[in-house]
T-cell receptor
Framework: GAVVSQHPSRVICKSGTSVKIECRSLDFQATTMFWYRQFPKKSLMLMATSNEGSKATYEQGVEKDKFLINHASLTLSTLTVTSAHPEDSSFYIC??????????FGPGTRLTVT | GENVEQHPSTLSVQEGDSAVIKCTYSDSASNYFPWYKQELGKRPQLIIDIRSNVGEKKDQRIAVTLNKTAKHFSLHITETQPEDSAVYFCAASIGGDMRFGAGTRLTVKP
C-alpha cells in the first residue's frame, strides 16, 4: 500500500477563522488526491478531487470558495476551510489513488469549530 | 450518479460465527468494489477488493462476492474474532470516483 499522512491530526479553531489541512503522499507521487469528510457515525462523503497542477473538481453541494483545495506538487494537497463555522466540524480524510483502482487513506484530521 | 446501499447497519455475532454484509450499487459502469474496515477515530483500511471481471475473491477468513447482473456484492467474514469488531464500509468506484455505503457496525461478542 501507500503511506499517506495528514497534518494536523486535530485542530480546534474559533468560528470565522480559516484552517489549513495538509495531505502528503510519502512514498508515491500522486497526480490525484481525494478529500472526504465524515460526520460522527456516518459514511465518508467525497468532497472534491484534487488534481496536481489544475483546479480541483468539487462534488455537488460542496462550496469551492469555502473549501479551498491546492495540489501544488505530486506529494502534497491542502484543504483550507475558510471562515469556519461549527457545522464545519467534522473528520476530514484525504486519500491517494494508486493505479486505476486502489485508494489509500490518510489518518484524518478532526476539526472542531467553537 | 452512483448510489451504494449497505445492509445491515449493525450486526452482532458470537465469536467464531460468520458475518455477512451486503451492498448494492446503481451504476452498472462501476468496476471496482473495495471493502474498508474503520476503527473509531482511525483511517479506513482496505481489507479486500474485487474488480468487475471477477466473481469471487478470498483472503484467509475474508471473502467478497460480486454479482454484476444483480449489481450487488457481499463481504463474508468467517470464524469471527473480537478484533474484527469495527465499522465496515463497502464502496463502488468508476475510475477514481468512489462512493461509499453507509457502513455496518460489526460487534463480535467473546
Amino acid at each position: 500500500g501507500a503511506v499517506v499522512s495528514q497534518h494536523p491530526s486535530r485542530v480546534i479553531c474559533k468560528s470565522g477563522t480559516s484552517v489549513k489541512i495538509e495531505c502528503r503522499s510519502l512514498d508515491f507521487q500522486a497526480t490525484t488526491m481525494f478529500w472526504y469528510r465524515q460526520f460522527p457515525k456516518k459514511s465518508l462523503m467525497l468532497m472534491a478531487t484534487s488534481n496536481e497542477g489544475s483546479k480541483a473538481t468539487y462534488e455537488q453541494g460542496v462550496e469551492k470558495d469555502k473549501f479551498l483545495i491546492n495540489h501544488a506538487s505530486l506529494t502534497l494537497s491542502t484543504l483550507t476551510v475558510t471562515s469556519a463555522h461549527p457545522e464545519d466540524s467534522s473528520f476530514y480524510i484525504c486519500s491517494i489513488q494508486l493505479g486505476p483502482y486502489e485508494q489509500y487513506f490518510g489518518p484524518g484530521t478532526r476539526l472542531t469549530v467553537t | 450518479g452512483e448510489n451504494v446501499e449497505q445492509h445491515p447497519s449493525t450486526l452482532s455475532v458470537q465469536e467464531g460465527d460468520s458475518a455477512v454484509i451486503k451492498c448494492t450499487y446503481s451504476d452498472s459502469a462501476s468496476n471496482y468494489f473495495p471493502w474498508y474496515k474503520q476503527e473509531l477515530g482511525k483511517r479506513p483500511q482496505l481489507i479486500i477488493d474485487i474488480r468487475s471481471n471477477v466473481g469471487e475473491k478470498k483472503d484467509q477468513r475474508i471473502a467478497v462476492t460480486l454479482n454484476k447482473t444483480a449489481k450487488h456484492f457481499s463481504l463474508h467474514i468467517t470464524e469471527t474474532q473480537p478484533e474484527d469488531s469495527a465499522v465496515y464500509f463497502c464502496a463502488a468506484s468508476i475510475g477514481g470516483d468512489m462512493r461509499f455505503g453507509a457502513g455496518t457496525r460489526l460487534t463480535v461478542k467473546p
